[in-house]
């Protein structure tokens, strides 16, 4: 029996079981908890395939189990905050066309809510996309269903100890909950080249985009703290498309 081949896969199941323990945390509304297991299962993801490059042992069932823990850490528990986020007892915004509850044992929410669940269903789509696209080897089609989560569970983080008024407000603002929603469900799907973090070599040159953004994303994470994240990725695409004008201008 091969040992070595099978590190990877233990590394993805890592992954999974903190996309587990983060869903069920999620649902007790436990947002700190649970955001801070998806950050633990998304470098489990990194290191996964990492590692496989490394022990050179990548294959198919990496890259099935990979989506498939990809699909509860960043599709499941991102989709179950907005869920929870969605309410029409929010402070400001609130969604005035809806205001039934629907109920099954006990179980009550608000129509509203399911709005929420799009990021669910929009990154199981992109992540059975990516596993037959093969040109996102190097690169990225669209945003990457990671980036989705991190932004969606920062937003209750930033809600709870960021000092901005501003930015809790439009936090409890269901018109921009549900802006937000649509926006990343369409981003993961888009068809938007976003440009590679990945080095082949290390020049200023070569990489002076990549070194600007990743020193910029540290500033921020220092100076920002949550708010930073959404900001990062925010910037990420907008780079991303200025990047791809470029590219087609000096054609």
Same mark, same amino acid.
């Given at each position: 029996?091969?040992?070595?081949?099978?590190?990877?896969?233990?590394?993805?199941?890592?992954?999974?079981?903190?996309? !587990?323990?983060?869903? @069920?945390?999620?649902?007790?509304? &436990?947002? =700190?908890?649970?955001?801070?297991?998806?950050? @633990?299962?998304?470098?489990?993801?990194?290191?996964?395939?990492?590692?496989?490059?490394?022990?050179?042992?990548?294959? /198919?069932?990496?890259?099935? %189990?990979?989506?498939?823990?990809?699909?509860?850490?960043?599709?499941?528990?991102?989709?179950?905050?907005?869920?929870?986020? +969605?309410? =029409? &007892?929010?402070?400001?915004?609130?969604?005035?066309?809806? $205001?039934?509850?629907?109920?099954?044992?006990?179980?009550?929410?608000?129509?509203?809510?399911? %709005?929420?669940?799009? %990021? !669910? *269903?929009?990154?199981?789509?992109?992540?059975?996309? #990516? &596993?037959?696209? !093969?040109?996102?080897?190097?690169?990225?089609?669209?945003?990457? $269903?990671?980036?989705?989560?991190?932004?969606?569970?920062?937003?209750? *983080?930033?809600?709870?100890?960021?000092?901005?008024?501003?930015?809790?407000?439009?936090? !409890?603002?269901?018109?921009?909950? @549900?802006?937000? $929603?649509?926006?990343?469900?369409?981003?993961?799907?888009?068809?938007?080249?976003? #440009?590679?973090?990945?080095?082949? /070599?290390?020049?200023?040159?070569?990489?002076?985009?990549?070194?600007?953004? +990743?020193?910029?994303?540290?500033?921020?994470?220092?100076?920002?703290?949550?708010?930073?994240?959404?900001?990062?990725?925010? @910037?990420?695409?907008?780079?991303?498309?200025?990047?791809?004008?470029?590219?087609? $201008?000096?054609?």
């Amino acid at each position: 029996m091969n040992i070595k081949k099978h590190i990877p896969n233990l590394i993805t199941l890592g992954n999974l079981f903190c996309g !587990t323990i983060a869903t @069920i945390l999620a649902v007790e509304g &436990n947002f =700190v908890l649970a955001g801070l297991f998806v950050v @633990i299962g998304i470098l489990f993801d990194f290191f996964d395939g990492f590692v496989a490059r490394i022990l050179n042992v990548t294959g /198919e069932l990496g890259k099935q %189990l990979d989506s498939l823990a990809d699909m509860v850490t960043s599709g499941v528990v991102p989709g179950i905050i907005m869920f929870n986020l +969605l309410s =029409v &007892n929010n402070n400001l915004g609130s969604f005035s066309v809806n $205001t039934e509850f629907m109920s099954w044992s006990g179980f009550k929410f608000e129509l509203i809510q399911i %709005l929420g669940l799009l %990021l !669910t *269903l929009g990154a199981c789509y992109r992540l059975a996309k #990516f &596993n037959i696209d !093969t040109r996102q080897s190097d690169s990225f089609i669209g945003l990457p $269903t990671p980036a989705m989560s991190l932004f969606v569970i920062s937003l209750p *983080l930033i809600q709870e100890y960021s000092t901005i008024e501003f930015a809790q407000n439009l936090i !409890t603002n269901n018109y921009f909950l @549900i802006a937000i $929603t649509i926006l990343l469900t369409y981003l993961m799907n888009a068809e938007l080249p976003l #440009f590679s973090l990945k080095f082949k /070599e290390y020049s200023i040159k070569n990489n002076l985009m990549k070194y600007l953004f +990743l020193m910029s994303s540290l500033l921020m994470i220092i100076f920002l703290h949550y708010i930073s994240i959404p900001l990062i990725i925010i @910037i990420y695409v907008a780079l991303s498309v200025i990047n791809n004008y470029g590219k087609h $201008t000096t054609v």
